[in-house]
């Protein structure tokens, strides 16, 4: 079979009209010049198919020949592939390339893996990058942000000088058994329009408002906030939050990279997959929170009672009901169960009885999920990724 | 970034050498469509995913040999022969001194100031070899492309006449752009026909000092009606920051009309500038007996533009391979050769194949450094 293309010698840019031929003992033959072109098949470059590109045979005097019939050529190499022992599989990406039904299968895939790795292999890796750095690199991250707080959110504390020394010293021996590198410490301020809070910066600075200490019934709940905040700071949320973030960033720039001007719009997607991960640090901390009360036999109900009394006031000032997946903190019907806290707390009086029921982590009853408390936790002050 | 489009799309230009009397005009063509190219593009994102990269540079040959097959002049292709494993190894090589270059810092940050030294003798370098592969990697007829650019060229352009430019404070900008496209224009060579770039240096100057003088008339209008703006919502409102958010939402429909008015100003300032650097870099190269047209319009170009940004957003990027496609075929189907009726003449220059150094070196340094 002859099939009919163009011949380049390669010396000059001067077309030949040719015709090439496989013939059955392995040899390429170029037919319609002055001087025949032939070599063995496998001697000669054939190129890949892609898409309806002519395609080129390279012989080995620099000649090529050039044709737009493609299927001809796969065709003719198939018909001598084993006779001459030319190896399989060259067309495969072709096949794969030629299909809708492939392309729309690549489509998924894509999806489901960049989704998969931004959802779980991020933050795995931002966790094991944030073990190998020193402690050192926390207190460089939250250097400067409670000046700023101080500067524009926060006045001094107005609790009475004995109190604020009592608290400080029960934080202390909260946290003097922790050996971790971080400087813990409590500071207490005037919340101003933030209200009750607490937060605590990377360094391990604990920051806890009048007004929270004012909202709490007891010191075991004043104990389960701080223990909370103490489980952001051993879990270096604030670092592996800057990880994660500059992790998903490079994943967009990657794939958006040729669309520059995109990724800008683009930015949205990791802001969701942001909350989605600070979300994650608040189950993180609230389990290091419950499981030192446990450990120090503190009923767990003084973290839900607290929890609870905090979305009220909250809820009060917002009838927004947040999708899950757009907060930062997960819902507190999730954290904590209201009902079972407030029941808790009637016969109480006896914070360190450790057999207080437990409060499971979804809430038992599911009307659970339309009371106020469902609400977060007051908003928290942005220059600390930590709340 | 434009410059590189460009000459990915083109960078094989033919010509003659026989003095023939009569011209002809020879189009050039794009024959690539999206939907194939999107099959083409999506499982080699795939693959390249799956292989954890390592595939993506098959997947920039088969690019390249797509857009380059795909572009046709006088009924005949022009073929990208790039290597993949050669490819490859550029990267790993260029990605390993970058991890050693981080780990170093890491170590000692003071290593941060040999970057500098470094990118001002290194980055002509570079722009040197990635043109000398882009041109030897491609062919038309069988015959490949050359460059004859110097490391000293390229030093003098890029690093010379950059601080030339900053100690003018910009007077000498537009003969900048002229010496960077004439670096690689007046370089290249098709087979033994070296090309010359012809565009006078007040070409450039004068499409620069438009829009630059458009670009002045268009943001003292925007300051001076939204002063305007903010004038009389304040005489409607009062002052204060309630008034003035009061005064914004007033404004309304009207205001967001404004908002798009002034984007289309601007977009059409860029289409400006777009069209008019392109048609004077390449419509001022001559190949023997044969000169370069580009007569791309300031419309269509940023139509194109801005559907395809649209596309791309709300398809979250999978109208990309339809935008690269689009854009390709308006650029080349508006450029053309103004031939003196003979492509067959040309000879190929024996030195290209024989240096196959000069190919890995390309090969290394061809890592889309999007110059």
């Given at each position: 079979m002859n099939i009919p293309g163009r011949y380049f010698d390669g010396h000059s840019s001067a077309p030949l009209e040719a015709t090439l031929e496989f013939d059955a003992d392995g040899m390429v033959r170029v037919h319609g010049l002055p001087e025949p072109v032939a070599a063995r098949v496998l001697e000669v470059e054939i190129s890949d198919r892609i898409g309806n590109v002519a395609r080129r045979i390279s012989f080995p005097n620099g000649g090529v020949f050039e044709t737009q019939d493609n299927d001809a050529i796969d065709a003719a190499l198939d018909a001598v592939r084993d006779v001459v022992g030319l190896r399989h599989g060259s067309g495969l990406v072709h096949w794969l390339e030629s299909r809708w039904q492939v392309a729309l299968a690549s489509v998924a895939g894509v999806v489901v893996i960049t989704v998969a790795f931004l959802v779980w292999g991020v933050p795995a890796i931002a966790n094991w990058a944030a073990g190998v750095m020193p402690a050192s690199m926390d207190r460089a991250i939250g250097s400067g942000s409670l000046d700023v707080l101080d500067r524009v959110a926060f006045e001094d504390s107005n609790l009475p000088k004995a109190r604020q020394r009592e608290l400080k010293a029960m934080f202390t021996r909260m946290t003097s058994s922790l050996d971790d590198g971080h400087d813990y410490e409590l500071e207490l301020r005037?919340?101003?329009?933030?209200?009750a809070n607490a937060f605590a910066l990377p360094s391990g600075i604990v920051v806890m408002t009048d007004q929270l200490v004012e909202l709490s019934k007891s010191d075991d709940e004043l104990r389960a906030v701080l223990a909370h905040e103490v489980g952001h700071v051993r879990g270096r949320h604030a670092l592996r939050h800057l990880l994660q973030a500059a992790g998903v960033t490079a994943i967009a720039t990657a794939l958006l990279g040729d669309v520059s001007s995109i990724s800008g719009i683009l930015s949205a997607a990791p802001a969701l997959l942001d909350a989605k991960n600070s979300r994650d640090f608040e189950t993180e901390a609230d389990n290091f929170a419950r499981q030192w009360l446990k450990d120090n036999h503190v009923a767990e109900s003084n973290f839900d009672a607290i929890l609870c009394r905090l979305s009220h006031e909250e809820g009060s000032d917002a009838g927004k009901k947040d999708f899950d997946f757009f907060?930062?903190?997960?819902?507190t019907g999730k954290r904590a169960s209201c009902k079972a806290a407030a029941e808790a707390q009637e016969p109480a009086g006896n914070p360190s009885e450790p057999t207080q029921p437990a409060q499971p982590a979804e809430p038992s009853n599911p009307t659970e999920l339309s009371d106020p408390g469902e609400q977060q936790l007051p908003a928290e002050p942005e220059p600390a990724p930590i709340s | 970034m434009n410059e590189s489009i460009a000459l990915e799309g083109a960078s094989g230009i033919s010509a003659s050498e026989s003095r023939g009397a009569s011209r002809v005009n020879l189009p050039f063509e794009f024959r690539g469509s999206g939907g194939e190219y999107f099959r083409i593009w999506i499982v080699n994102l795939l693959l390249t995913i799956v292989t954890l990269g390592i595939y993506s540079a098959w997947a920039k040959v088969r690019r390249l040999r797509y857009f380059y097959g795909n572009t046709y002049l006088d009924g005949h292709s022009f073929e990208f022969h790039g290597r993949p494993l050669a490819i490859l190894k550029g990267r790993l090589i260029v990605f390993g001194a970058y991890l050693l270059f981080v780990f170093a810092a890491q170590i000692n940050p003071l290593v941060v100031f040999i970057l500098i030294p470094l990118a001002l003798f290194g980055v002509p370098w570079i722009i040197m070899k990635s043109r000398l592969f882009q041109t030897r990697m491609s062919s038309y007829r069988n015959i490949r492309f050359n460059f004859h650019g110097t490391y000293g060229g390229a030093l003098g352009v890029f690093v010379g006449w950059y601080l030339l430019v900053v100690i003018t404070i910009g007077i000498l900008y537009p003969a900048w752009v002229k010496k960077r496209v004439e670096y690689s224009l007046d370089n290249a060579a098709y087979g033994t026909q070296k090309w010359s770039f012809l565009t006078s240096t007040g070409r450039f100057y004068t499409f620069c000092l438009i829009t630059f003088g458009l670009g002045i008339v268009a943001y003292a209008a925007f300051i001076f009606l939204v002063i305007g703006v903010a004038k009389g919502a304040q005489a409607a409102h009062g002052y204060g920051p309630a008034a003035d958010i009061a005064a914004l939402a007033g404004l309304g429909l009207g205001f967001w009309v404004m908002m798009l008015g002034f984007a289309a100003v601007a977009l059409a300032i860029w289409g400006y500038y777009q069209a008019s650097f392109l048609n004077a870099s390449f419509g001022g190269v001559q190949i023997g007996g044969n000169y370069l047209r580009s007569n791309l319009e300031i419309a269509p170009l940023v139509w194109i533009y801005v559907t395809n940004l649209l596309g791309i957003v709300f398809t979250l990027g999978l109208f990309y391979p339809w935008a690269k496609v689009r854009q390709t075929r308006y650029q080349l189907e508006n450029m053309a050769v103004d031939s003196d009726g003979n492509l067959s003449g040309f000879m190929a220059d024996a030195t290209p194949k024989t240096s196959a150094l000069g190919e890995e070196a390309g090969d290394f340094f061809d890592v889309d450094f999007g110059l």
């Open positions: 005037d919340g101003g329009g933030l209200g907060s930062t903190h997960p819902a | -």
